[in-house]
């Protein structure tokens, strides 16, 4: 599917907030509400965005997130599948994609200390061992997320409030605060009178429950989960080693990955590399650009990094069992 301006409006619209109405984004994208409804449709049948997710602050629930990183030996595509399908299964990954480079395959994990990480780590392994030649466990102690800007000229750079990593805050939600995130995690464009029938509550309830989540920044954002394989996009990840670590230097790295448009994270990791930037380009010429770009600039702070290219995504969840 090739796209149009509209096309381009309407994921922009999509990627930043999808929970608002209909009408209301319409207006902004200069469409009929049917016209909308009918790219909605049109991009979920193309694959261009096959969910939507809710961004959720996973650290109000105390977890944290960990990295597995594998190389797969001795196996076929199939074979590889049914590992990655079992490995989905378990409620507390939290995003899986396969990738080429030094890894096939990246899996993060949410877990509320060390000992569950390692449990849900040790089991991976264990249940494949035999077909992994490679392993490298990571945790993210920080993460920036940004919207995909690049999808149109002139369009501010978005930083959304942190949803995970830093000091979880003290906030205390109700069985019926814990529904309606189950509700609305993978499904965020449900009406909330939908959500009221279904949880048999009033619909001003479901309304003022979940802007008082967001008030608290408990919910940080409604997004359009875009496939950007299917837009013909590339996908990296860019993973660096610092000569040394200092805080100018976090700061200085920091600050381009805000500016830079294709950036959609950087994460900071306690592992074998200290930092990562994930970049979606139209082309691989524009990826050795931003590459080229990142040597010149911190040629003095990065010792050495990594690239994987993202190729498949298989999951992505901010709300494990609670």
Not at 120 to 132: E, G, H, V
Not at 157 to 166: A, D, L
Not at 262 to 274: A, D, H, M, R, T
Not at 290 to 316: A, G, P, R, W
């Amino acid at each position: 599917m090739k796209l149009n301006l509209i096309d381009k409006k309407l994921l922009k619209e999509l990627d930043t907030n999808c929970r608002r109405p209909l009408s209301q984004i319409a207006k902004l994208v200069r469409i009929s509400q049917p016209g909308l409804l009918y790219k909605m449709k049109q991009f979920k049948n193309e694959g261009i965005i096959p969910f939507y997710y809710t961004i959720i602050n996973t650290s109000v629930f105390g977890y944290s997130f960990y990295r597995l990183m594998i190389r797969f030996q001795s196996t076929t595509k199939q074979k590889e599948e049914e590992i990655i399908k079992k490995i989905m299964d378990n409620k507390n990954i939290f995003w899986i994609s396969r990738c080429s480079g030094r890894f096939d395959l990246i899996i993060d994990i949410m877990a509320k200390n060390i000992i569950e990480a390692d449990e849900i780590i040790n089991k991976i392994i264990s249940q494949n061992f035999r077909f992994i030649s490679q392993k490298e466990i990571a945790i993210i102690v920080k993460s920036w997320q940004f919207n995909r800007s690049f999808l149109l000229d002139n369009v501010k750079k978005i930083e959304f409030k942190r949803s995970y990593g830093g000091v979880s805050p003290k906030i205390k939600l109700d069985e019926l605060d814990k529904l309606i995130l189950k509700n609305i995690s993978n499904n965020p464009l449900q009406k909330n009178i939908d959500l009221a029938e279904k949880l048999k509550v009033d619909r001003n309830t479901i309304k003022n429950r979940i802007n008082r989540m967001i008030k608290d920044q408990i919910i940080i954002d409604f997004r359009a989960w875009l496939e950007m394989s299917t837009l013909k996009f590339h996908s990296y990840k860019l993973l660096v080693r610092l000569n040394r670590i200092k805080p100018e230097a976090e700061e200085k790295i920091l600050s381009f990955a805000k500016e830079n448009k294709n950036i959609i994270y950087f994460n900071k990791i306690l592992g074998e590399w200290e930092y990562e930037f994930d970049i979606e380009t139209e082309n691989e010429n524009e990826f050795e650009r931003i590459l080229i770009d990142i040597k010149n600039k911190f040629s003095v702070e990065i010792k050495d990094f990594e690239i994987l290219k993202i190729t498949k995504n298989y999951k992505l969840n901010y709300l494990p069992t609670i």
